[in-house]
């Protein structure tokens, strides 16, 4: 007599039993890969051979293998957490490195780093929705740590985004005794409106999140801001509630209204630097000539205006290659474009080649200390010692021009009252001096030791505007503000990115 065929409950379970109910599981109606997820025919068992050969399902039992040893630690370690470390890692290193999420949708690269770590790779939407917010906490958390019981700075600025949203940041630094402090960007986030009452709010939000539990007031020792009269105002408002605080206008920026100052007193210098920077700029042709008739110099800086110190610095190249590029600029057409024709006109006027002698001889400090000041790890003293030398060398200044530079730099350091308080904090920290009257009354002589290394400029705000330009680039703006905030935290943050 023939067999009776044997029921499909029964041999999927017999398949099961016989190549591994670890690996392949049945619902009386299927037969489940575990490992590959996916489903197996179970009418021939040639089908099932066939896909234990396959290339995926080889790579998926060598990754059983290799992390049964690893997971069974982890366990051990991580009783009460369910969520993977390497996707934990995985989301701080795309985002501290600047690489899109989404990119983990890429098969070749999925495929890579599978290979190569041997882990299942998540998804752009997994990492997102369930790590992103741990990363940041994390930070956050760490933050905390090394700010705790410290004295602080802090320091403000907005900017207007490629959203044309007004854009916030807060950079909190410690105050150290015997170096430099660590420094942190601490918030990102939109104001309604550019005026005293929304910064004041904004800096309080912003401490609300560095001291949960309550804002420790008097730890707070100063504020960098720029001197804008909204942030002036702004500063005078909070000094009610943060009595020690001192608030000081950037130094650097001050440097840089006083360099303003000289591209306003030398109009046709300025005619010059625009108009070469505009018909070199996006013209192959004009850039190979340039670069065939004076192969040995650089082509013409393209200074931006709000950056600081950089028309000086293009006047500077223009006294140094006036002759280079009076030579090139007649070769070409006049009829080519109007800026070719203008610089023409001014390049041949008399006034020029004295105007940019002068400029270099005796405004040159300012581009030089501008730059100076921008570094990191610097002492006060040696902070107000630059611009001490400014002032020594613009005073020197002869002629109309530098006696108005020179009442502009004056201008600008008599309206920075906090920088002169430093500078009395500095003497007495060096011994220089003895007066303490026109100090905060609530500042003792313990808090005068922290100012050892306090920061005169707001760089460090201009430096995280600069990654969240990176971050908000043409290709991402649907990125929300509460995940732009997130990820720029963590990649200003990281020591990389700190050091760079």
Not at 90 to 113: H, M
Not at 297 to 306: A, H, K, M, N, S
Request: glycine fraction near 4%; hydrophobic fraction near 35%; proline fraction near 3%.
């Amino acid at each position: 007599m023939p067999k009776d065929k044997q029921s499909l409950s029964r041999r999927l379970k017999s398949l099961s039993s016989e190549f591994g109910e670890d690996v392949f599981s049945i619902d009386n109606v299927v037969l489940f890969c575990k490992l590959c997820e996916v489903k197996v025919d179970p009418e021939r068992r040639s089908s099932i051979t066939q896909h234990r050969k396959t290339e995926k399902h080889r790579r998926a039992v060598e990754r059983k293998i290799n992390q049964k040893t690893a997971n069974s630690q982890q366990l051990l370690t991580n009783l009460t957490s369910k969520k993977s470390t390497f996707n934990m890692d995985l989301c701080k290193a795309f985002i501290s490195a600047n690489i899109p999420l989404n990119k983990l949708q890429n098969t070749e690269f999925r495929q890579f780093l599978q290979l190569y770590t041997q882990k299942d790779v998540p998804t752009e939407s997994t990492l997102r929705k369930f790590y992103l917010d741990d990363c940041y906490e994390e930070m956050m958390k760490n933050i905390r740590q090394r700010v705790f019981l410290k004295k602080i700075w802090i320091s403000i600025n907005e900017t207007t985004d490629a959203e044309g949203r007004q854009i916030a940041n807060a950079i909190i630094g410690t105050l150290e005794e015997d170096r430099t402090g660590d420094i942190f960007l601490l918030n990102t986030d939109a104001l309604e409106k550019t005026n005293h009452s929304t910064v004041c709010k904004f800096f309080d939000k912003s401490l609300s999140i560095l001291w949960p539990d309550g804002i420790k007031h008097d730890d707070v020792l100063l504020f960098l801001s720029d001197a804008a009269p909204y942030m002036v105002k702004c500063g005078k408002s909070l000094n009610a509630l943060y009595s020690k605080m001192v608030h000081v206008t950037c130094a650097a920026h001050g440097l840089h209204r006083t360099a303003e100052e000289v591209r306003g007193q030398f109009s046709t210098i300025d005619k010059i630097i625009s108009n070469v920077k505009n018909f070199f700029k996006k013209s192959p042709s004009r850039v190979q000539i340039f670069k065939t008739h004076a192969p040995n110099i650089p082509l013409p800086p393209e200074p931006v205006i709000t950056r600081w110190g950089t028309w000086l610095n293009a006047s500077i190249y223009y006294c140094e290659y006036y002759k280079q590029i009076c030579e090139i600029v007649e070769i070409l057409d006049s009829e080519d474009a109007l800026s070719i024709k203008i610089a023409k006109k001014n390049l041949v006027k008399i006034c020029v080649k004295s105007n940019l002698v002068y400029i270099k001889s005796n405004f040159k400090v300012l581009s030089d200390s501008i730059l100076k000041l921008q570094r990191k790890n610097m002492p006060l003293a040696e902070s107000l010692d630059i611009l001490e030398k400014v002032q020594v060398q613009l005073q020197m200044a002869q002629g109309y021009d530098g006696q108005k530079v020179y009442k502009k730099f004056e201008t600008v350091l008599n309206k920075n009252s906090g920088l002169k308080i430093l500078k009395q904090i500095s003497e007495i920290i060096g011994g220089e001096s003895d007066n303490m009257d026109d100090l905060h009354e609530d500042l003792t002589t313990n808090d005068l030791s922290f100012y050892k290394f306090a920061p005169i400029t707001s760089v460090d705000v201009e430096r995280s505007f600069s990654i969240y330009k990176n971050l908000l680039t043409d290709n991402r703006r649907s990125f929300k503000l509460e995940n732009i905030r997130k990820h720029l935290l963590l990649q200003c943050n990281t020591v990389g990115n700190q050091e760079g």
